[in-house]
């Protein structure tokens, strides 16, 4: 089974990563968080983007998560991780859906990217 891939390489503490493995292991560290036997942590609500007006109504579901927008910026934030989203411009209302660990969010049909760090840090 071959690692490659065409994603980009990072440079952590003088090592070199794969952005994918990154991914991956900092998406395992999120999911750690909650308890083995707790539920799922989900963010879902909708979002809505038309020229210069941006509005978020999002709620979490089983789990302590904090949740502000500035502008096109939704930001999630734990007692242990700070989880942000863009939300694209000129969308209109989409659905939004996120699940707590992953790095991606769903608004409406497309998929978007989510960054991630320790909160605090």
Known sequence: MS?????????????EVKKS????????????????TGPVCFVSGEVYSERQEVKAMLVPTNCPIDIHQE?????MTSPKWV??????EDIGRQEFVYQWG????KIGAMTVGVSYKPAGG
């Open 71 to 75: 502008g096109r910026v939704i930001t």
């Open 83 to 88: 989880v942000q989203v863009m939300i694209p």
């Open 102 to 105: 992953q790095g991606e969010a």
């Open 21 to 36: 493995m990154l991914d991956l292991i900092l998406s395992a560290f999120l999911v750690a968080e909650r308890p083995e």
């Open 3 to 15: 690692l490659e891939s065409n994603a980009p390489n990072l440079l952590v503490n003088g090592l």
